[in-house]
C-alpha cells in the first residue's frame, strides 16, 4: 500500500484513504491542521450600499451617464431626461420621443430652471433697458470699424529671427 501525506488524511475521506504509516506526528499534526486551516468562502461579494442623491427620488428630470467609449473632450452625460416611473433599480426616461429603462447606477438628478417665472429687472425701466442696449451696440460698430481700420493700416509683422507672422483672419480682431 502507498504512503499518503497528512494532506490527503486531512482533506479527503478516511474511509476512501487506507494506510499502514504509523508516525506519532501524524495525529496531532493533523488536529492543528484543522484547527488552524479552516475552510474560506469564496464568496467575497460586498453587501455595501451604494450611494443614492436623495433629491433622485423625487425629481422630474435627470441625466444619463454615458457608459460606452466616447473621444475625447466629449460629454459625460446625456439630458436632461423626463422621468416617467421610477422603482427602487430602475427608471423609464424619455429620450428622443422613446421610453427606456435604465438603471439608477447611471442616472444623476437634473436641477432645471423653471422657465415660467419672469425676473423683474430691478431698478431698471424697459425704456432705459432699450437705450442701453442701442448705445451698447453702437459701441459695438465702433469697435468693429476701428479695428477694421487698424488691420490695413497694420504692417508684416517679424520674429527676432526675421520670419513672417500670419494670423488666421478670423482671429485678427482680438490680436493687439
Partial sequence: MELLSDCHL?????????TTCTCPMRLPLRE?????????????????SM??????????????????????????????????RRTDKVFTILINGRKKAVS???????????????????GISKQQAN???AHSKDK???HVNKTQSQSNEKT???????????FPKDLEQYIT
Fill in 10 to 18: 486531512i482533506f479527503f475521506s478516511p474511509d476512501k484513504i487506507t
Fill in 32 to 48: 492543528k491542521m484543522r484547527e488552524y486551516w479552516q475552510p474560506i468562502f469564496t464568496s467575497a461579494h460586498s453587501n455595501s
Fill in 51 to 84: 450611494f443614492v442623491p436623495t433629491n433622485l427620488k423625487s425629481c422630474s428630470h435627470v441625466f444619463l451617464r454615458v457608459d460606452s467609449v466616447q473621444p475625447p473632450l466629449s460629454q459625460n452625460y446625456t439630458g436632461p431626461h423626463e422621468v416617467i
Fill in 104 to 122: 439608477i447606477d447611471r442616472v444623476e438628478p437634473a436641477y432645471v430652471w423653471d422657465d415660467t417665472d419672469d425676473i423683474p429687472l430691478t
Fill in 131 to 133: 437705450e442701453t442696449d
Fill in 140 to 142: 459695438t460698430m465702433a
Fill in 156 to 166: 508684416v509683422q517679424k520674429t527676432r529671427s526675421g520670419r513672417h507672422v500670419r
